[in-house]
């Protein structure tokens, strides 16, 4: 008989532990594959997942703040921030496009 409150206990945690996965999964995890694939096309210069090789002189976005990463993007795109490609290469993504690249580069590790 006691048993059961433990077992309910574990498998409460589970539905915690596992809940934000879930979500994260949500429409077939198509959202978080999206995130992905954009961020894909800034890996060539800043690195997988913006996380810049060792020696690189492009900037790693690994790890930088969600706002600043957009004030960046949306600075390059009004050309208030000189740039050497980044004035280009950002003007092919639209304000949501941007959010969803910053909030992905902000929640990457450093
Ligand atoms: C062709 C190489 C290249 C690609 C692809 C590229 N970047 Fe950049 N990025 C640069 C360079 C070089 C700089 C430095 C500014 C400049 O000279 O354009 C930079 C600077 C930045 C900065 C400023 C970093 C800081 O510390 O202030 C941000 C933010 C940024 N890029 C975001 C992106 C995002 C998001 C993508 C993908 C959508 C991307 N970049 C794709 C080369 C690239």
Redesign the pocket.
């Known amino acids: 008989m006691k048993k059961i409150p433990r077992i309910a206990a574990v498998l409460s945690f589970g539905a915690l532990v596992l809940s934000p996965l879930a979500q994260a999964q949500g429409n077939g995890g198509k959202e978080a594959l999206y995130a992905k694939s ?2 894909a ?6 690195g997988t997942n ?1 996380k810049a090789v060792e020696g690189s ?5 690994s790890g ?1 703040e969600q706002g ?2 957009v004030a ?2 949306k600075a ?1 795109k009004a050309g208030t ?7 280009q ?2 003007k ?2 639209n304000d949501a496009q ?1 959010e969803t ?2 909030a992905y ?1 902000a929640a990457q590790k450093k």
């Open positions: 954009l961020a096309t800034c890996a060539n210069c800043h913006g002189s492009v900037a790693s976005l930088l600043y990463l960046q993007m390059f921030r000189t740039a050497t490609v980044m004035h290469i950002s092919g993504y941007i690249l910053a580069f």
